[in-house]
């Protein structure tokens, strides 16, 4: 099993940046992908950004292709959500997931069901 605790939301202005962490317990991290999720208001939780174990693949959501970039310290158990040039549209709780599948097919990895370990998230606010 792996615990998660997201960290780095807060209040910024449009076009300001974030940088949101993920800590993970236990000592096979490195088997995990990780993915990053938000979940506005009234809406239901998207894919935001997902990040292969060993942190040699990564796939986004057109929404954010360009202006988030996730990585991972598998030294640290780690991961990150780097977001640059925010919009108001961004403005969501913001989860970490991680799954031991390996999501190879193109495609997968971006449906929350596909993730067996949630973080209990982190608020993100951008204001225009």
């Known amino acids: 099993q792996v615990q998660l605790v997201e960290s780095g939301g807060g209040l910024v202005q449009a076009g300001g940046s974030l940088r949101l962490s993920c800590a993970a317990s236990g000592r096979t991290f490195s088997s995990y992908a990780m993915g990053w999720f938000r979940q506005a208001p009234g809406k239901e939780r998207e894919f935001v950004a997902h990040i292969s174990a060993s942190g040699g693949s990564t796939r986004y959501a057109d929404s954010v292709k360009g202006r988030f970039t996730i990585s991972r310290d598998n030294a640290e158990n780690m991961v990150y959500l780097q977001m640059n040039s925010l919009k108001p549209e961004d403005t969501a709780v913001y989860y970490c997931?991680?799954?031991?599948?390996?999501?190879?097919?193109?495609?997968?990895?971006?449906?929350?069901?596909?993730?067996?370990?949630w973080g209990q998230g982190t608020q993100v606010t951008v204001s225009s």
């Open positions: 997931a991680a799954d031991r599948a390996r999501f190879l097919l193109p495609g997968t990895g971006k449906r929350a069901d596909e993730y067996d370990y």
